[in-house]
């Protein structure tokens, strides 16, 4: 065994992804979820502007719009709350595109105290204390939301959002700390992040706007109450983790259920995906009991707890339905993870000996810091719009990790100006 592991036989950061060559794996895993399917009659409309919203902010030029528009994110929204009227479903689609770019950038960056500062900044910017850099995308995007969300939601609503927020970037932190030291996560510690990192603590907070609830402190402390918003948030991000492991294993992410399942359990890939699937399995139908075992709070709260309980099923059902549809679960190829092209694609660059990121490359060379991207891209890639200045923020590593435009006929143009969303 060499001193940093690479021959070993145990699962870590260095050996993970010649793991993908050995599964026999060819059709993705049926996920179990016994709710009905929902849509809001404004997914469409939603979806076109808040890629226009991206682009105007500038989060996306005309190329990487097209790939955030196969991406689908306003569906996804539109999933979730599928009774919502256009402006507080709108509101919902921005953040939930500026969280998934966001979510992505943080993987590559290595060094959690450049991570810790900027995201500090970024919630600077969000409450208007701070104005963001010209050439700050992902800035001038946080401080847009931020003043729309002042100007159009009650200050009590927006304090609510805010100590989500925190909560958000808080384990993203966590996240970073441990990919600095290429460790994979046990996994107790991995499911107490996780349950933070996957969003969805951040997005039920819409769910005042969209659906005009309200529970009261009091009930969000309930035993029962707490454990189902903690299965919903658990069942997303694992079905997120099961649809993309491929995806991250091959960019050298190791945040993920079987990764970190494989390395504590010592299971082969196939028996790790297999594991994850009965543990996402036997958490939906824990969620689907404790729906029956709600408690009364009172005629008036009641109506709100139901409503509350159908975001949380609205948002576990759209998930995976919207999981089948976007462009963002796709592997390093640009098929979806589970597809006889992506096998034969794994097994052609094996034979050749030219797999990409291969075992002996560490994973953390493909996550530069923000500077040092800027330095490797901007003289030589002339399809990446120069920034002012030698630095790149988060926004601009949408080109790396935003997903192939989608080739659905059916998909609007890509739009050829920017324009607003707001009515």
């Not at 060819?26 to 809001?40: A, I």
């Not at 050439?135 to 931020?146: H, I, K, P, R, Y």
């Not at 029956?292 to 059902?317: C, H, N």
Request: proline share 7%; glycine share 6%; charged share 25%.
């Amino acid at each position: 065994m060499s001193i940093d592991g690479r021959d070993s036989t145990e699962v870590n950061a260095f050996n993970l992804r010649s793991r993908l060559a050995l599964s026999t794996r060819t059709t993705p895993p049926t996920l179990y979820c016994p709710f009905p399917s929902r849509v809001n009659p404004y997914a469409s409309l939603i979806d076109g502007r808040t890629v226009d919203w991206a682009w105007s902010v500038g989060l996306v030029d005309e190329s990487r719009a097209t790939r955030l528009r196969g991406s689908r994110i306003g569906w996804l929204v539109s999933r979730a709350f599928p009774d919502a009227q256009v402006f507080p479903l709108q509101l919902a689609a921005d953040w939930t595109t500026l969280f998934c770019l966001l979510d992505d950038g943080t993987e590559k960056i290595d060094e959690p105290l450049q991570l810790e500062r900027y995201l500090h900044t970024m919630l600077e910017v969000f409450r208007g204390r701070v104005v963001p850099e010209f050439d700050d995308e992902m800035g001038q995007a946080f401080e847009d939301l931020g003043r729309r969300m002042r100007e159009e939601t009650p200050p009590e609503w927006l304090a609510g959002f805010t100590q989500r927020l925190i909560e958000l970037f808080n384990g993203f932190q966590a996240e970073a700390n441990g990919r600095a030291q290429l460790l994979i996560p046990k996994l107790e510690e991995y499911l107490k992040i996780r349950e933070v990192t996957v969003g969805l603590y951040v997005e039920f907070e819409f769910g005042a706007l969209t659906n005009g609830i309200v529970v009261p402190r009091s009930v969000q402390q309930n035993l029962i109450f707490k454990r189902l918003v903690q299965h919903a948030c658990n069942i997303v991000g694992w079905a997120n983790d099961i649809y993309t492991y491929k995806k991250e294993i091959m960019a050298g992410e190791v945040h993920n259920l079987i990764v970190v399942a494989m390395r504590e359990r010592g299971l082969s890939l196939d028996e790790a995906v297999d594991w994850a699937v009965d543990l996402h399995d036997t958490e939906t139908r824990l969620f689907e009991r404790l729906l029956g075992k709600l408690p009364s709070f009172g005629p008036e709260i009641d109506a709100q707890v139901k409503a509350y309980a159908g975001m949380l099923t609205a948002w576990v059902r759209g998930h995976l339905d919207w999981a089948h549809e976007t462009g963002r679960y796709v592997t390093a190829d640009g098929n979806p993870p589970s597809s006889k092209r992506w096998q034969s694609f794994m097994a052609a660059q094996m034979a050749s000996g030219t797999m990409p990121f291969s075992d002996m490359a560490v994973p953390s060379s493909r996550r530069m810091s923000l500077s040092s991207l800027a330095d490797a891209l901007m003289p030589t890639d002339p399809s990446i719009p120069s920034p002012s200045s030698r630095r790149m923020s988060l926004a601009s590593l949408a080109d790396v990790v935003l997903p192939p435009p989608d080739s659905n006929p059916e998909s609007e143009p890509a739009r050829s100006s920017r324009s607003s969303v707001v009515d």
